[in-house]
């Protein structure tokens, strides 16, 4: 049984995801209203700019802010975050007049981005405001005015920033997406970005990892079974492809079709008699993630890669899979 202290914490998070998701929901429903039309122009403004974007922010805003511009940077809309504070000191010099600047304050009068307001109006710098004022200075500076809705904060208090700052960074999640799309950002983009990690190993394509050439087990449809198990054995994939005569193909002799059909004359067997017929196969311009969703769905461990032609361009195995960490 929960303690009366468990439960009341278990109230107070979902008390507050609860005052957070209503907060989105108000978000939703004003980008269906006028915040919408400044949303796409706000997209139409990045996308047309040939520098950066740089998202600055003071306080809660800020470290929202940074994570904004690493998500702009990461899905194909070059970004970088400058701190308000350290622009007035030098760092004006980052922003050049091709950029556009995303600045994001609750209140739209945080003093520390009063250096850079004016800067964006003395160059001609494209200017976006996120906040919730339409009456503050930044608002009303800017080319562009994304206006949050007053939602309340999960804060009892109403004082620490907890809707507000859920609100600025699901804006920004959504401004990335739309520019990605905008753009026909392709999962082969995103890996250029993400070369690292279990991220990088699942976006790596099948053509990277599979083996090619003299390392594939195949044999010709009327080669004797016992070659095509001489075959299987010196490549270690656990299984042959069988090949018609336009290099197609045509089968796979897996361990699974030899236990099968073990009997005195298996040696005598063509490869074309003991075949599984339309094996499994894959791309090689699939990521290896989906050879993995396959390997498993079909509860195998090795798939060869076709071309367009339909002929073997290789083989992967589960083993390439773990070795690169997708699995």
């Given at each position: 049984?929960?303690?009366?202290?468990?439960?009341?914490?278990?109230?107070?998070?979902?008390?507050?995801?609860?005052?957070?998701?209503a907060g989105l929901g108000m978000l939703r429903?004003?980008?269906?209203?006028?915040?919408?039309?400044?949303?796409?122009e706000a997209v139409a403004l990045i996308k047309?700019?040939?520098?950066?974007?740089?998202?600055?922010?003071?306080?809660?805003?800020?470290?929202?802010?940074?994570?904004?511009?690493?998500?702009?940077?990461?899905?194909?809309?070059?970004?970088?975050?400058?701190?308000?504070?350290?622009?007035?000191?030098?760092?004006?010099?980052?922003?050049?007049?091709?950029?556009?600047?995303?600045?994001?304050?609750w209140s739209g009068e945080t003093a520390e981005?009063?250096?850079?307001?004016?800067?964006?109006?003395?160059?001609?710098?494209?200017?976006?405001?996120?906040?919730?004022?339409?009456?503050?200075?930044?608002?009303?500076?800017?080319?562009?005015?994304?206006?949050?809705?007053?939602?309340?904060?999960?804060?009892?208090?109403?004082?620490?920033?907890?809707?507000?700052?859920?609100?600025?960074?699901?804006?920004?999640?959504?401004?990335?997406?739309?520019?990605?799309?905008?753009?026909?950002?392709?999962?082969?983009?995103?890996?250029?970005?993400?070369?690292?990690?279990?991220?990088?190993?699942?976006?790596?394509?099948?053509?990277?990892?599979?083996?090619?050439?003299?390392?594939?087990?195949?044999?010709?449809?009327?080669?004797?079974?016992?070659?095509?198990?001489?075959?299987?054995?010196?490549?270690?994939?656990?299984?042959?492809?069988?090949?018609?005569?336009?290099?197609?193909?045509?089968?796979?002799?897996?361990?699974?079709?030899?236990?099968?059909?073990?009997?005195?004359?298996?040696?005598?067997?063509?490869?074309?008699?003991?075949?599984?017929?339309?094996?499994?196969?894959?791309?090689?311009?699939?990521?290896?993630?989906?050879?993995?969703?396959?390997?498993?769905?079909?509860?195998?461990?090795?798939?060869?890669?076709?071309?367009?032609?339909?002929?073997?361009?290789?083989?992967?195995?589960?083993?390439?899979?773990?070795?690169?960490?997708?699995?």
């Open positions: 049984m929960a303690q009366p202290e468990n439960k009341a914490a278990i109230e107070s998070a979902r008390r507050s995801i609860g005052t957070e998701m429903d004003a980008l269906g209203n006028g915040l919408g039309a400044a949303f796409a047309a700019a040939s520098g950066r974007v740089i998202v600055t922010g003071m306080g809660k805003s800020g470290h929202i802010g940074r994570k904004i511009a690493a998500t702009f940077a990461s899905t194909g809309t070059p970004a970088h975050f400058v701190h308000p504070g350290e622009a007035s000191h030098g760092d004006l010099g980052m922003i050049r007049s091709e950029d556009v600047i995303l600045a994001l304050s981005l009063s250096d850079i307001i004016a800067y964006s109006r003395r160059y001609r710098v494209g200017l976006i405001a996120v906040t919730s004022n339409p009456a503050s200075t930044l608002a009303t500076e800017a080319d562009v005015a994304l206006l949050l809705p007053k939602a309340e904060e999960a804060c009892p208090n109403g004082l620490a920033p907890t809707t507000s700052t859920t609100m600025q960074i699901t804006l920004g999640d959504a401004l990335a997406v739309a520019l990605l799309e905008a753009r026909g950002f392709t999962p082969e983009d995103f890996r250029a970005f993400h070369p690292g990690g279990k991220l990088g190993a699942k976006l790596t394509f099948v053509r990277d990892i599979m083996h090619r050439g003299e390392a594939m087990p195949v044999v010709p449809a009327g080669a004797a079974m016992g070659e095509a198990i001489v075959v299987m054995s010196g490549k270690g994939f656990g299984c042959v492809g069988v090949v018609d005569a336009d290099g197609r193909l045509a089968g796979i002799v897996s361990d699974g079709d030899l236990r099968r059909h073990m009997r005195p004359d298996l040696l005598t067997q063509t490869a074309e008699s003991i075949m599984t017929r339309s094996p499994k196969t894959v791309r090689e311009t699939a990521l290896a993630v989906e050879a993995l969703e396959l390997i498993n769905r079909s509860k195998i461990t090795a798939l060869f890669v076709l071309d367009a032609a339909g002929q073997p361009a290789g083989i992967v195995h589960i083993h390439d899979l773990l070795r690169i960490g997708v699995a």
